[in-house]
């Protein structure tokens, strides 16, 4: 039921939408790759495609073509503990109020059996939390027979991880949980004083690919509406009032070095991370590498600050998607070995300070260290540009337990002999959060085991409940 993926949104008049929706989608591929979808408004119908595979697999220009409409919202997923099957695709759509919405979910949610047992889904028949909230938006329709309303009335009793992009014929729609725990962006298309539209993305990226100019963040906790009068916040009744806690993670490894999170250049702040690190933690040696491509800015900035020279020692095959993120531990395997390959010319009879973003389950560090003696190293002095991961995340990485964490289950001593290594360090919490310098907070319980909320007491059951069609379509009576 965790899913950490890119999600994108835009109102833009007079435009078709599919296509810069694509755009936007390719821009955030790097965020999830078993699936993706989008659905279009054309004002009076909406139509939702989604597929397995990556955006580039799902759409093409025949499929685009026949997407019409000015007003969309696209998601493509990373599944972490759900199923890794077109069910869980995205986005979720309900065929309520006057041609139904649809929604897509980046995060986790950490009450969605008690949220389920509401809307009388037992587990089993639970497709993914993303699935629960758009039933029980469904159950408020009744009520409320507008999609701000019935978020109003559903988002205070929904706990853990959600930045949510949503639409009906009409209106487009963002809101961040209370704490931020992932990132949404607001975009306008067009000059200020004239604009053209308005785009929503998890990430910055996303919006400059399609022309847009990036706005502002969206706030921990707040809704956005857009329609012809342009975006507007709208009030929710939060049960409680809490403090920004946006995921730290993002700044190691899950965002786009081009993005903007609190303010800070994701690049820059990477680079100073290295920095930091090389004080922190020096070595003896002759060449400094980083791990294409989260782990490259902080080796930059740790040769930078040891005066160790920086090198390439590692080629990376630029067609193939992120390890990490791969379904299971076979597949990131297999997906180290394709991925990248050692310069022997580079690092034969070298002392080598190997920089990476995060040890998590030790499969690329494992195989890096392997290739790296293979071709000819003579020392290798791995340093981490995160702490150890200790704790699990709830809230939409892919770590549900402990078993897989390698610092939880050894010491740092352990895990150098584990790995391979002749040395091994971390940076430390604190000169994590010096080098990202924002005044914003953060989510660093999967470093620290501090929680900032509840965490979820069981997880549901799923298995998939439907057949696959080519696309949901609801029109509106009479048209």
Known sequence: MKEACGVFGIYAPGRKVANLTFDGLFALQHRGQESAGMAVSDGNTVTVVRDMGLVATVFDERTLSGLQGHLAIGH??????????????????????????????????????????????FPGSIVSDSDVVAELLAHAFPETEELSAALQA???????????????????????????????????????????????????????????SFVREIAPGELVVIDEEGPRSVSIPWLKEVGPRLCIFE?????????????????????????????????????????????????????????????????????????????????????????????PETVNGKRLVVVDDSIVRGTTQRSVVRMLREAGATEVHLRISSPPWRWPCFYGIDTPSTDELLAANHTIEEITEILGVDSLAYISVENLKAAIGADGGFCDACFT??????????????????????????VLPGV
């Open 251 to 343: 700044f190691a490894y899950i965002a786009r070095p081009d993005s903007k999170l609190y303010g800070r250049e994701v690049h820059a702040t990477r680079c100073r991370m290295g920095e930091l690190l090389a004080a922190q933690a020096p070595a003896e040696a002759d060449l400094v590498m980083g791990v294409p491509e989260s782990g490259v800015p902080a080796a930059e900035g740790f040769a930078r600050a040891s005066g160790i020279p920086y090198g390439q020692g590692l080629v990376k095959n630029r067609y193939i998607g992120r390890s990490f993120i791969a379904p299971d531990q076979q597949a990131r395997g297999d997906a180290v070995r394709r991925k990248l390959n050692p310069l």
């Open 154 to 212: 559903v988002l205070p009793i929904v706990e853990g991880a959600f930045s949510f992009v949503l639409m009906n014929t009409q209106k487009l729609f963002g809101v961040r949980d209370p704490y931020g725990f992932r990132p949404l962006c607001l975009g306008r298309l067009g000059p200020a004083d004239a604009p053209e539209g308005w785009v929503l993305a998890s990430e910055s990226p996303a919006l400059s690919v399609i022309g847009a």
């Open 76 to 121: 493509t997923r990373y599944s972490t503990h759900g199923a890794s099957d077109w069910d869980g695709a995205q986005p979720v759509y309900r065929p309520v109020g006057r041609a139904g919405f649809a929604l897509g979910h980046n995060g986790n949610l950490t009450n969605t059996t008690e949220l389920a047992e509401k809307v009388g889904m």
């Open 449 to 474: 085991g501090d929680y900032p909320t509840a965490l979820p007491t069981s997880t549901p059951v799923l298995f998939r409940v439907r057949e696959k069609p080519v696309a949901y379509q609801a």
